[in-house]
C-alpha cells in the first residue's frame, strides 16, 4: 500500500462512474474520470454521483475531447 506524503494510506477505487453507490458519501479526496463524461447519458446525474463520494474540498478532476462540457 502506497502512503501519502503525511504518512496516511492512500485507497484507490475503481467504479462505473454512474453506479457509484457501493462508495460511502465523502469518502474521496478526489474523483478522476477520464473521457467519460461526454458519454454519460445523464451529465447532472454522473457529477453529482463524482460530488457526492468527494469529502468537502475534494477535487474533482475530468478530462474531455470537446468543449462542450
Do not use: T
Not at 460530488?51 to 474531455?64: A, T, Y
Amino acid at each position: 500500500m502506497k502512503h501519502a506524503e503525511d504518512g496516511r494510506p492512500n485507497h484507490l477505487g475503481q467504479a462505473i462512474a454512474l453506479q457509484m453507490p457501493s462508495f460511502k458519501g465523502g469518502s474521496f479526496d478526489a474523483v478522476v474520470c477520464q473521457f467519460a463524461i461526454m458519454f454519460f447519458p445523464d451529465n447532472v446525474y454522473g457529477y453529482a454521483a463524482a460530488l457526492r463520494v468527494l469529502k468537502p474540498g475534494g477535487s474533482f478532476i475530468f478530462n474531455v475531447w470537446g468543449a462542450r462540457y
